[in-house]
Nanobody, 127 residues
Framework: QVQLVESGGGVVQAGDSLTLTCAASGLTFSEYALAWFRQAPGKDREFVGGISWNGLHKYYPEVMKGRFSISRDNAEKTVYLQMSSLKSEDTAVYYC????????????????????WGQGTQVTVSS
């Protein structure tokens, strides 16, 4: 079965950088689109970034452009989220998500459009 395992979370200071990793198994990785979402306490899960099956198309919410960067390594079956200039409001559990297919029409920022989820990794930014 499909498994997604996030790692790399932790406690950092405001202004620091952090890279999250999501290792996938049980799927033909190169045929899947991938995304990162996050959920802060008491808030809905929100889209952080998405990447197409071939890595050529990347999507971010406007407010996160320039600070967050998603990338993938199909050979290693891994997707990354590089975060910089972290702020206290970035504190959340970060989740990796995957869905099969090459569609660029299916929206990346809709939680319901993703079939597989990891268990999440906690990121805490202290000010």
């Amino acid at each position: 079965q499909v498994q997604l395992v996030e790692s790399g979370g932790g406690v950092v200071q405001a202004g620091d950088s952090l890279t999250l990793t999501c290792a996938a198994s049980g799927l033909t990785f190169s045929e899947y689109a991938l995304a990162w979402f996050r959920q802060a306490p008491g808030k809905d899960r929100e889209f952080v970034g998405g990447i197409s099956w071939n890595g050529l198309h990347k999507y971010y919410p406007e407010v996160m452009k320039g600070r967050f960067s998603i990338s993938r390594d199909n050979a290693e079956k891994t997707v990354y989220l590089q975060m910089s200039s972290l702020k206290s409001e970035d504190t959340a559990v970060y989740y990796c998500a995957a869905r099969a297919g090459r569609s660029l029409i299916t929206r990346f920022d809709y939680r319901a459009n993703w079939n597989y989820w990891g268990q999440g990794t906690q990121v805490t930014v202290s000010s």
